[in-house]
């Protein structure tokens, strides 16, 4: 099996272990579950993933969340100031 054959077949058994994981700690980083602004960051397909989470994130109601491009961030970080302030900022990592 490829790598990225063994990766897509063992996605569910990673996001398992992901959202057990937060559940953790949710009584560790309380301001990340009170937060009400939200960056998510990443490149390729986790700005894919960062997408997918601005838009769940967003549903809540009181809550803002925005996706950004990491490599445009790197480019540009001024033109996404007022987008990150204030907010928290999650990056995130499908190859780590």
Do not use: W
């Not at 569910?12 to 992901?18: D, F, V, Y």
């Not at 559940?23 to 009170?34: D, N, S």
Request: contains cysteine.
């Amino acid at each position: 099996m490829f790598h990225t054959e063994r990766e897509i077949m063992t996605q569910q058994e990673a996001l398992e272990k992901t959202f057990s994981e937060i559940r953790k700690a949710r009584e560790k980083c309380p301001a990340f579950f009170e937060a009400r602004r939200f960056v998510f960051m990443g490149c390729g397909s986790s700005y894919m993933m960062a997408k997918s989470a601005a838009q769940m994130f967003a549903a809540k109601p009181g809550v803002n969340a925005y996706a950004v491009a990491g490599g445009d961030y790197i480019m540009d970080p001024g033109l996404y100031r007022h987008a990150v302030e204030n907010s928290l900022v999650v990056f995130l990592s499908r190859s780590g």
